[in-house]
């Protein structure tokens, strides 16, 4: 099994329609992160939380909500979806001062 | 915010070919990291840098960290079919929570 599982893997949404991206990791790591990654922009960060009660804001959190519903499982809401959020997304842990650990990614369109 | 520029975007070489990838920042990093993404994957580390003119060497890829640890280059000699693929270069911050990724250097090896 993978160490970071993210369902869907794709996911064709309409316009205003909620949709949930979900994360779970078997690392046993406290930080847990979203990123969005966009062609010729690298990976850039949604949300990010330390610990079950750690939320934080990244660099684009507009439009975004996050759960951290456990220590191994991390969800971002998009709540009325737009197309220019169509985009792979990607969940990862990190221990301290460690590499991060990567899920294969949700491809999301939204038309 | 710290920012990470990588150069060039794209690059498309014949196998047996010499390349070498940028990282580069104003910003100091206590660490830099490089991973490569293939396509439907999420990024997996090749290598890990601490120290400012530290050198990697993985088979054919060289790692170099700036001596002011605010750049980085990937230099891959011979370069094969199989090194196709993304290459992203992260800036590590002091307290081992946060990684800053770059744009990503998209590179393809024709045989």
């Given at each position: 099994d993978a160490d970071v599982t993210q369902t869907p893997r794709n996911r064709i949404t309409k316009t205003g329609k909620?949709?949930?991206?979900e994360c779970s990791?078997?690392?046993?790591?406290d930080r847990m992160y979203w990123y969005r990654q966009d062609p010729?922009?690298?990976?850039?960060?949604?949300y990010y939380s330390f610990d079950v009660k750690d939320i934080n804001k990244g660099e684009i959190s507009?439009?975004?909500?996050?759960?951290?519903?456990?220590?191994?499982?991390?969800?971002?809401?998009?709540?009325?979806a737009i197309p220019n959020q169509t985009a792979l997304y990607f969940c990862a842990?990190?221990?301290?001062?460690?590499?991060?650990?990567?899920?294969?990614?949700?491809?999301?369109?939204?038309v | 915010t710290q920012l990470l520029?990588?150069?060039?975007?794209?690059?498309s070489i014949q196998e047996g070919e010499n390349l070498t990838v940028y990282c580069?920042?104003?910003?100091?990093?206590?660490?830099?990291?490089?991973?490569?993404?293939?396509?439907?994957?999420?990024?997996?580390l090749l290598v890990t840098v601490v120290t400012g003119g530290e050198v990697k060497k993985l088979k054919r890829l060289t790692f170099q960290f700036g001596d002011a640890r605010k750049d980085s280059?990937?230099?891959?000699?011979?370069?094969?079919?199989?090194?196709?693929?993304?290459?992203?270069?992260?800036?590590?911050?002091?307290a081992g929570n946060m990684l800053t990724f770059g744009g990503g250097t998209r590179l393809m090896v024709k045989p």
């Open positions: 909620r949709i949930m991206l990791q078997t690392k046993g790591h010729g922009l690298g990976l850039r960060l949604i507009d439009g975004y909500s996050v759960s951290r519903q456990a220590q191994a499982k991390f969800s971002l809401s998009l709540e009325s842990t990190k221990g301290w001062n460690t590499e991060a650990f990567f899920g294969q990614g949700t491809r999301l369109t939204v | 520029e990588q150069s060039p975007q794209f690059l580069n920042s104003s910003s100091v990093f206590s660490s830099l990291q490089w991973y490569r993404q293939e396509p439907g994957e999420g990024p997996v280059s990937l230099h891959i000699t011979a370069a094969q079919p199989g090194d196709t693929g993304l290459y992203l270069c992260a800036g590590g911050d002091n």
